[in-house]
């Protein structure tokens, strides 16, 4: 099983789960939208260092492709969720098809602040344009016990899904009403 892993603290749930139930994981960290840089890096050796101390096998990209992200974005804000979904899951696809993999999926259906039933249908047309099946599995329900569990860590805890519009929302303060991008 290849698990697309957005950062080290929502991996601790899906990977207990995924490893319960009888899978090999294999963690797969690929996320072009996270924005600055230094974040990213920072998620990163969030997840590097989980893995070394459980032993977990990750694969992380050796590529940052910011600029393919944001040129999917840009203009289409309101959809950014969707663009950003099908660029990480397609590339987990890609390598799971080519690794071997029987099936993917993601920590991103361990966060209710995701867009779950988007990401289960990109994940699902996905899976059938490369010929490997989605893993679907609702993993919120374990979500504060990987909160909890990665605070009993000490893990650095990210406060934004990761994107530079997510950034802009969870620390600007809104004025006068006015709505920013992803907002209905």
Known sequence: ????????P???YPLKVLQAEGHAVTGYF?????????EYRRREETLSAYAQAEGWPVIFAREYPVEDY???????????C???YALRLRQTAGVAKHGGFEAFTTTLLVSPFQKHELIREIATAVAAEYGVPFLYRDFRPGFKEGVAESKRRGMYRQQYCGCLYSEKERYLPK????KTAGEG
């Open 30 to 38: 690929f996320n072009p939208n996270i924005h600055p840089y230094t």
């Open 70 to 80: 944001l040129r999917q974005v840009v203009y289409r804000e309101g959809e950014r």
């Open 175 to 178: 004025r006068g009403g006015r």
């Open 1 to 8: 099983m290849l698990l697309h892993v957005c950062c080290g």
């Open 82 to 84: 969707r663009f950003c």
């Open 10 to 12: 929502c991996a601790i």
